[in-house]
């Protein structure tokens, strides 16, 4: 209920605030249920400088940052928002909590661009690198027992030459990181 009551106020000051100018946003775009899912994370929720997602008051609001995020949240450009689906909400959270990130995704940046910022962005790497490895593995022992073209020696000339790329993207970012 708390939590409720609590998106129920921060609705009153987007309102009270015109929904902060933002071209085309209304009450009639406001889909009241998002404001309650940004509230359930509390990375959400320390952005705003809120105590807790039941502190109804609103005593240390950064009303900045709310505008910030209603304009995130539900203003519409070429038909979409930059949330874009609700369930992206949890990454939202995470680079709202990585300085780095959120400081990307303010100054603009995509909310998938933000995310690569912070550490979940480097575990989803690891995990999509560590896939390739896997399937070259098995592409490998497979190979004796297959016939093959050569297009798909071809395919093979691209990953490798994709993957001398990603060595040296990662190096880079590596360099850039130290």
């Known amino acids: 209920m708390g939590r409720l ?7 009153v000051v987007m ?16 889909d009241f249920s998002l404001i309650t899912s940004l509230l359930a994370y509390t990375n959400v929720v320390n952005y705003l400088g809120l105590a807790s997602s039941q502190d109804m008051r609103l005593p240390n ?3 900045s ?8 949240v539900y203003q519409r ?8 689906e609700s369930r992206n909400i949890r990454t939202l959270a995470d680079v709202l909590a990585a300085p780095q990130a959120r400081e990307a995704l303010e100054e603009g940046k995509s909310l998938r661009v933000a995310a690569q910022l912070t550490e979940a962005g480097a575990q989803v790497f690891r995990s999509l690198v560590a896939s390739a490895k896997e399937s070259i593995d098995l592409a490998f022992d497979s190979v004796a027992d297959s016939s093959l073209t050569s297009e798909d020696v071809a395919l093979v000339a691209e990953i490798v030459e994709a993957a001398g790329e990603l060595g040296r993207a990662a190096s880079h970012r590596l360099a850039e990181l130290s």
């Open 5 to 11: 009551l609590t998106a129920y106020e921060l609705y």
């Open 15 to 30: 309102e009270s605030n015109s929904f902060f100018a933002i071209e085309g946003l209304d009450a009639s775009l406001i």
């Open 61 to 63: 609001l950064d009303v």
């Open 65 to 72: 940052r709310l505008k910030f995020l209603t304009a995130f």
């Open 77 to 84: 450009k070429d038909g979409r928002t930059r949330l874009g």
